[in-house]
């Protein structure tokens, strides 16, 4: 009887830890390969409208970006518009199409993407299409929200 | 004799305990980082550069449907003013007119939704009111999936991916949307 007791006492009762790496490691992989680091800092405020009629974008490397909103200032003040491409602003908007068209011949299926800031004018935005117009970058994509029923 | 038995026993292997703490480090790290939210949008092609000495093919009157959206967000459908709400219906009635009113559209292939803004105009009214007008066209396409008995579009862009077919339905009721630049001031 007593030898039966010993021989229980004995027995491990760890759980193998010795996979849990090669688990965690799985997960970290996945999530190395899916992120995309953030390069940009944006120097304008973009709050995107709501929308309905939404398309997702599944192809990431497709997309570029273009901000357009009022510019950020110090002391959480608001400026003039401002267009920014990328992380810098761009003061003169015929380099638009400057810029785009270099993108264009790098990627021939861009996609761009115009985060506009709820509040701005159309004014500029038509604007910078009329120079996605003149570099070819002609699919683009209203960045916005999904809607929030009310 | 004892002591040659201790070195036997001493075994040669690396702790792999810590081994799990320093890959969560790793892995909370990316968690933190990454950004998996899809861009989401309204979709839009832009005419492509007119040729100074190419006239843009002439269309008739009655096949746009005027949309204007003044500096205050205020529209108006063909010089109507109306709620951006009603725009939805407009739509739809002209496209699918097919010679029915003589207010909207001779047929559907030949319909034009035009939008113009004045340069005041703030941005997310012009993109509510593109919004009820693509959710025109996407009811539409929805109803015209039913028909062929598709629970709704989604499934049949999924059923005609998976055939390599065409899409009918988007042929048939294409959706013509102009941006109409606006007066010069």
Same mark, same amino acid.
Do not use: C
């Given at each position: 009887?007593a030898?039966?007791?010993q021989?229980?006492?004995?027995?491990?009762?760890?759980?193998?830890t010795?996979s849990?790496?090669?688990i965690?490691?799985?997960l970290?992989?996945?999530?190395?390969?899916?992120?995309?680091?953030?390069?940009?800092t944006?120097?304008v405020r973009?709050t995107l409208?709501?929308?309905?009629?939404?398309t997702k974008?599944d192809q990431k490397?497709l997309?570029?970006?273009i901000?357009?909103?009022?510019?950020k200032?110090?002391?959480?003040?608001?400026?003039?518009?401002?267009?920014?491409?990328?992380?810098?602003?761009?003061?003169?908007?015929?380099?638009v199409?400057?810029i785009?068209?270099r993108?264009?011949?790098?990627?021939p299926?861009?996609?761009?993407s115009l985060?506009?800031?709820?509040t701005?004018e159309m004014?500029?935005?038509?604007?910078?299409?009329?120079?996605?117009r003149e570099?070819?970058t002609?699919r683009?994509?209203y960045?916005s929200?999904?809607?929030?029923?009310s | 004799m004892?002591?040659?038995k201790k070195?036997k026993?001493r075994e040669?292997e690396?702790?792999?305990?810590?081994?799990?703490?320093?890959?969560f480090?790793?892995?909370?790290?990316?968690?933190?980082?990454?950004?998996?939210?899809?861009?989401?949008?309204?979709?839009?092609?832009?005419?492509?550069?007119?040729?100074?000495?190419?006239?843009?093919?002439?269309i008739?009157?009655r096949?746009?449907?005027?949309?204007?959206?003044?500096e205050?967000?205020? $529209? =108006?459908? @063909?010089?109507?003013?109306s709620a951006?709400q *009603?725009?939805?219906? %407009?739509?739809k009635?002209?496209?699918?007119?097919n010679?029915?009113d003589?207010?909207?559209a001779e047929?559907?292939?030949k319909?034009?939704?035009?939008?113009?803004?004045?340069?005041?105009t703030p941005?997310?009214s012009?993109?509510? $009111? =593109?919004d @009820?007008?693509?959710?025109a066209?996407?009811? *539409?396409?929805?109803? %015209?999936?039913?028909?062929?008995?598709?629970?709704?579009?989604?499934?049949?862009?999924?059923?005609?991916?998976e055939q390599?077919a065409?899409n009918?339905?988007?042929?048939?009721i294409?959706a013509?949307?102009?941006?109409a630049?606006?007066?010069?001031?």
């Open positions: 009887m030898g039966h007791f021989k229980k006492v004995t027995t491990k009762q760890d759980i193998p010795a849990l790496p090669d965690i490691f799985m970290l992989i996945f999530f190395m390969v899916s992120t995309v680091l953030r390069e940009t944006v120097q973009t409208p709501q929308a309905e009629a939404l974008i490397r997309v570029s970006y901000y357009i909103g009022p510019r200032l110090d002391g959480n003040r608001l400026g003039e518009t401002g267009v920014q491409i990328d992380d810098a602003l761009v003061e003169d908007l015929g380099n199409r400057t785009m068209y993108k264009l011949v790098e990627q299926k861009l996609i761009v985060k506009v800031d709820e701005s004014g500029i935005v038509l604007d910078v299409q009329q120079e996605l570099a070819g002609l683009i994509n960045s929200r999904r809607e929030i029923p | 004892s002591l040659l070195k026993r040669a690396i702790p792999t305990s810590s081994m799990a703490d320093i890959a480090l790793l892995l909370i790290f990316f968690l933190v980082t990454t950004t998996i939210d899809v861009d989401t949008g309204i979709g839009m092609v832009l005419p492509p550069k007119l040729e100074d000495d190419i006239e843009p093919p002439p008739k009157e096949n746009v449907l005027k949309i204007l959206v003044n205050q967000g205020l $529209v =108006l459908v @063909e010089d109507q003013p951006v *009603m725009i939805r219906d %407009e739509v009635k002209h496209v699918l007119n010679g029915a003589p207010r909207y047929e559907t292939g319909a034009l939704i035009s939008i113009k803004t004045a340069r005041q941005y997310d012009y993109v509510s $009111v =593109l @009820e007008v693509w959710m066209y996407f009811e *539409m396409w929805d109803a %015209e999936a039913r028909a062929l008995g598709y629970p709704d579009y989604d499934a049949y862009v999924t059923a005609i991916d390599d065409e009918a339905i988007r042929d048939k294409k013509a949307i102009s941006i630049e606006p007066d010069a001031a």
